[in-house]
């Protein structure tokens, strides 16, 4: 998998989830801003868990 799919891959699953946290009733309104901040950070660290998975493989 090169750098391109998986960072496709995980902006897919980050927006997943991101959509699951809002169709949830569980999540208060209130709260869901600052989980939707949370997993938005995460798409800045795509590049290290890419190498880091990388380095494993290798």
Same mark, same amino acid.
């Given at each position: 998998m090169t750098s391109e *799919?998986? !960072?496709t891959n995980y902006t897919q699953v980050l927006d997943t989830i991101l959509e /699951?946290? /809002?169709n949830t009733? !569980?999540?208060k309104p209130e709260k869901f801003y600052s989980l /939707?901040?949370?997993? *938005?950070n995460l798409r800045y660290f795509s590049p290290v868990f890419y190498d880091a998975i990388k380095q494993? *493989?290798?």
């Open positions: *799919e998986f !960072e /699951a946290l /809002a009733s !569980e999540v /939707a901040c949370v997993v *938005e494993k *493989e290798d």
